[in-house]
């Protein structure tokens, strides 16, 4: 290094201090270029595993190791220049230097929980597992929030502030803080028994019976809960609301309930009977309809202008689209079988019956 130093000195006229310095910076250059390299070949190796940890933790950490390395290379230069310089104001550098690598260790860890939740999406998606995205978006979220509150507790004591003068302030002034903060905490809170108590997830249709909310679930964060409604429209709903309201959850339906009132006329009334009992026999038969739950067919009322009979069942599908399908299927067939037996289905008729002979033989009134 000696060597090193004169060669600079005689050559350059440079002191020991400030060819120390170029050295530096030139290896930093170098051993930045070395760790792009590194980085590179172990996200090709990590790609190819099958675990979600180790990519996750190559990619997340790639920007952040480059800006740690910087900033401890940066830390040391300027331990040179002060040792061999009266710059003050490489004290206050040094201190902005630890703050910068604690800011770089949260950003690591906000990149590689965020990585390590959407690996995991990927994976068990992939492989036909069953997912709860809305519970690993709240393990996401809580790692995120609790990485940010211990960075700046750290960057805080970093800088010189007593974390005791501060929790006391906070006692103080955390009765204003939460009063003017109520609806914040509540939709909070709220988020939080979302989280907790899973009553939907995203991707889920949901209604409420108190409020004109109907849609799919599309985000849930700590202050909202996006909904997109059948026309396509989004409704952003506090979270605080879901914990004063009742919320039906119609995407975790076992099955589909399929009721109908079918109405033949009153002249096919020796009829009713054979057609409820066929209408039962087709019902059993469609491979559409779980037998095994409630199945209802019998005549159920003498209506104004039909003979109502009542079909209630369940499907064994609980999509939508085919739940009409096989509804439709029903309905044709439950046509076919009262067409079959002669009868018709009734519609809303009156009958006048009008009195002519009585009407002409009504009496005059005398004249006088």
């Known amino acids: ?74 830390g040391l230069m300027a331990r040179v220049l002060q040792r061999e310089s009266e710059v003050e104001f490489l004290t206050q550098g040094l201190v902005l230097r630890d703050v910068a690598l604690i800011v770089a260790v949260a950003w690591f860890l906000l990149r590689f929980s965020g990585k390590v939740g959407r690996n995991i999406l990927v994976q068990r998606a992939a492989n036909g597992d069953d997912v709860d995205p809305t519970t690993i978006d709240a393990l996401v979220k809580l790692t995120r929030l609790l990485t940010v509150v211990v960075a700046m507790i750290t960057i805080a004591q970093t800088l010189g502030f007593h974390i005791g003068g501060l929790l006391a302030l906070g006692g103080v002034g955390g009765l204003a803080v939460g009063l003017a903060a109520k609806d914040l905490l509540a939709n909070f809170f709220g988020g939080l028994t979302i989280y907790l108590d899973r009553p939907f997830g995203v991707g889920e249709w949901i209604r409420s019976p108190d409020k004109s909310i109907e849609g799919t679930v599309e985000y849930i964060s700590w202050r909202h809960t996006r909904i997109r409604a059948f026309n396509k429209n989004p409704i952003y709903v506090p979270n605080a609301v879901f914990t004063s309201i009742i919320v039906e959850n119609p995407s975790r339906m076992s099955h589909r ?56 069942t369940f499907t064994k599908t609980t999509d939508w689209i085919a739940f009409h399908g096989v509804k439709q299927e029903v309905l044709l067939q439950i046509g076919e079988c009262i067409k079959r037996h002669g009868a018709q289905i009734a519609f809303p008729t009156r009958t006048l019956h009008l009195e002519t002979e009585a009407s002409a033989q009504m009496p005059t009134v005398p004249t006088t």
Do not use: C
Request: glycine fraction near 4%; hydrophobic fraction near 55%; charge should be neutral.
């Open 1 to 74: 290094m000696q060597l090193y130093y004169d060669f600079v000195s005689d050559n350059f006229g440079m002191t020991s201090w400030v060819a120390t310095v170029l050295a530096m910076a030139l290896a930093t250059l170098v051993i930045h270029y070395l760790l792009r390299i590194v980085l590179k070949r172990a996200s090709h190796i990590t790609v190819r595993t099958q675990t979600v940890w180790d990519d996750a933790l190559v990619n997340s950490a790639a920007k952040p190791v480059l800006l740690a390395f910087w900033l401890i290379s940066a």
């Open 257 to 312: 309930r399929l009721k109908e009132t079918i109405g033949v006329r009153y002249d096919d009334f020796d009829k009713v009977a054979i057609i409820v009992a066929d209408i039962r026999l087709l019902l059993q038969a469609h491979p559409g309809i779980d037998t095994s739950q409630t199945m209802i067919v019998n005549f159920n009322l003498f209506g104004p202008s039909s003979l109502d009979i009542m079909v209630y």
